[in-house]
Nanobody, 124 residues
């Protein structure tokens, strides 16, 4: 069992930056983790993932603007979000799985554990 706690959401103007953090209840350096988001009236979509070996994957709309990283010393997952756009407005969720994986996955079915989410609102 893994509990995930997200933080760092907030309201920013377009072009601004935010850094989301996710702290798991157990050590997760060897396991895959990811960030998902769900906007109003939309399905939950994968934003960025990082696999067991540190390989990352991003959805096309955030490439070059968002960076996923994991600080194993602090046991924390981050999502650095730069050049934010109004369409990035959503609830952002941290996800994790306890099956080591050699390639990143951006599907909701690839993760068993989910956080409660942190809201990101970008105004124009």
């Amino acid at each position: 069992q893994v509990q995930l706690v997200e933080s760092g959401g907030g309201s920013v103007q377009a072009g601004g930056s935010l850094r989301l953090s996710c702290t798991p209840s157990r050590y997760m350096s060897d396991y895959p983790m990811a960030w998902f988001r769900q906007g109003p009236g939309k399905e939950r979509e994968g934003v960025a993932s990082i696999d067991t070996y540190g390989v990352t994957m991003y959805t096309a709309s955030v490439k070059g603007r968002f960076t996923i990283s994991k600080d194993n010393a602090k046991n924390t997952l981050y999502l650095q979000m730069n050049s934010l756009k109004p369409e990035d407005t959503a609830m952002y969720y941290c996800a994790a799985d306890l099956s080591p994986r050699g390639s990143p996955v951006l599907s909701t079915s690839g993760y068993k554990y989910w956080g409660q989410g942190t809201q990101v609102t970008v105004s124009s």
